[in-house]
Each structure stands twice: as C-alpha cells, then as structure tokens.
C-alpha cells in the first residue's frame, strides 16, 4: 500500500495550526511510511503474517479515532459495507503481495512499486472515458514505463529473486488501484453514514481475516517471537503514518501531497542502502526518479 493512505477522507475546516506544525506532520506522516518497509524485514513471522499484525493491533487505536471523532461504526447501509468488504480483500492482496515483495527486492523499488496504484488509475480513467493521454498524462505514461524499465532490468541483473519482488510490489500497486476502486461507491457517503476512520476500522475488520488465512495457507510463522519489530511495525505505519497523513489530507492541495510522497522512496532508499547494503548505481537514481515524477503526474491528475 502499500503507503499510501487507505482512503482519502471529506475535507473540512482546517484546525488553526501554523503552518509548519502541517507541515511537519505530513513530513513526518510519510517518513513513518518509508520506514515500515524495514521493520517487515525485521520481523520474525512471515512477510504476510506482519501484515495481519500490523492491521489486528492498529484495530482498537481505529475504533476510537473514529468514536472520538464523532464518526459511526454501526447502523451503516448494507450495500456500503459490501462495497467496503470487496474493497477489503483487494486490500488484503495488496499488503500480503507487497510485503512479500519487500523481503525479496530493494527497498526503494518496494516502496515505488508499492505506490504504482496511482498509475493504474490513471490508466484506468482513459479505459472508462475512451479518451486518449493529455501531454501530462503522456508524460506520466513514458516516465512511468522507461522508470519501471530501468529498476526492473537492474534488478534482474541483481538476481531473479529480486526481480520477482519487484513483480509482487507492481501487484500489490494493481491490487490497491481496485481497492480504491471499490470503495467508491462506500466513499460518496463519507461524512454522512461512514468517515475515514470508521472506513479504515472496518477496512481492518475485513481484511485482517483474510490476511491470517492466506498465511496460514503459505504455512507461515504467524506467532512472533520477538514482538518488538511487529510492534514497532504497527505503530509506524499504521497510527503514526496513516494517521498523521489523513489529518494532512485536510489541510494541503493533491500538488503538495504528491510531492511529499517522494519523500518515501528516497528514506526507504537510505534505509536500504545504510542497514541492508543496497547500493544505488545512477542508473538506479534515474529509474527512481522518472517512475517517482510518473506517480506525481498520477496522483496529481488523480485529485
């Protein structure tokens, strides 16, 4: 998700922060993100066990985001929650298949790979409309296509199993585009029968089942036995990341959001390259670089 946020919430009144304390929680929103990468690998389960545990704990701190905010967990229209449930599983596909492609590739390509859903929607709005690419939208399409290019050739030459992770992130990119997709019709009822942090809590109730199950079927550790990293895990990505970037979600344009999102790929680069050696050729710069402004381009036409 990969990183990305779940679901955009209804913008309302902006609390009356300075400025820079906005600021620094989406920096600090999206620094979060790029480092749950590192602590997947660190955790002693499965890559897809982490996942279950990073949504299961993250599940009580949800439910009273949202009865703090005044938003309902019940009485919510069935056919809301069945769009939220195959949402759901769509999520759960995209968490397992991105952590598994987090062990097995660079953490830099996991996090832009993982990001790839923005790209996909875009694709998918010419498919709908019937309409051809604008000159941005062209450029997006060539950065991301020559960016994914160079990092997936690099990471062949690297081994074929680096090549493979790089395949399960660009799935986890797919699978998030249709779990945006099905919550649409959930999300037009934001802030009249469901709000962002009750979607998110029953996002959870919905996906963490199907999660535990796909790692019991991979037959994966599921119990860890040092809880440190799967907390920690949770904590990063789920409370602090998620959370600090739906409340910046209200107060910045879809233009500054995508490009703090840049922030992401070149922590989990660093992170990548200080604690595991993985050295950045230019080459490997530049594919970062092009495939980061095609998800720019992406996002921004997305909003």
């Known amino acids: 998700m990969s990183n990305a946020t779940a679901t955009t919430p209804i913008r309302v009144k902006s609390y009356s922060l300075p400025r820079w304390v906005l600021l620094a929680a989406l920096l600090a929103g999206n620094i979060a993100l ?14 897809v066990s982490a996942a279950f545990w990073r949504l299961f704990l ?24 069945a769009w939220v449930a195959a949402g759901s599983l769509a999520f759960a596909l995209d968490l ?15 996090t832009l790979f993982g990001n790839a859903g923005s790209i996909v929607l875009l694709f998918w709005a010419f498919i709908i409309s019937r309409t051809l690419p604008r000159a941005m939208e062209w450029l997006a399409i060539i950065l991301a296509l020559g960016g994914a290019g160079i990092l997936m050739g690099r990471s062949l030459e690297i081994s074929t199993a680096t090549m493979i992770g790089d395949i399960f992130c660009l799935a986890a990119g797919l699978f998030y585009a249709v779990y945006l997709l099905a919550l649409q019709d959930a999300r037009k009822t934001i802030g ?13 109730i919905f996906a963490c089942p199907a ?17 440190t990293p799967v907390i920690i895990l949770f904590v990063t990505s789920q409370l602090i990341g998620q959370g600090l970037m739906v409340f910046s979600l209200r107060h910045f344009s879809p233009l500054i959001i995508g ?31 092009m495939l980061g402004g095609a998800l720019f381009v992406a996002r921004i036409k997305r909003d």
């Open 96 to 110: 397992s298949s991105w952590h598994i492609g987090i062990e097995q590739t660079r953490l830099g390509n996991a």
């Open 211 to 227: 999660i535990l199950a796909l790692a019991l079927i991979l037959g994966e550790p599921v119990w860890p036995a040092d809880w």
């Open 34 to 47: 790029a480092a749950g990468p590192w602590f997947v690998r660190l955790a002693d389960t499965g890559p």
């Open 259 to 289: 490009l703090a999102l840049l922030i992401q790929p070149a922590i989990a680069a660093i992170i990548g390259w200080h604690i595991f050696g993985e050295v950045l050729t230019a080459l490997d710069i530049a594919g970062m670089l």
């Open 58 to 81: 993250a599940l009580p701190f949800l439910i009273l985001f949202a009865r703090a905010s005044a938003q309902r967990l019940t009485g919510i229209p069935r056919r809301t929650l």
């Open 192 to 204: 009249q029968d469901i709000g962002a942090w009750s979607l998110l809590a029953w996002v959870s």
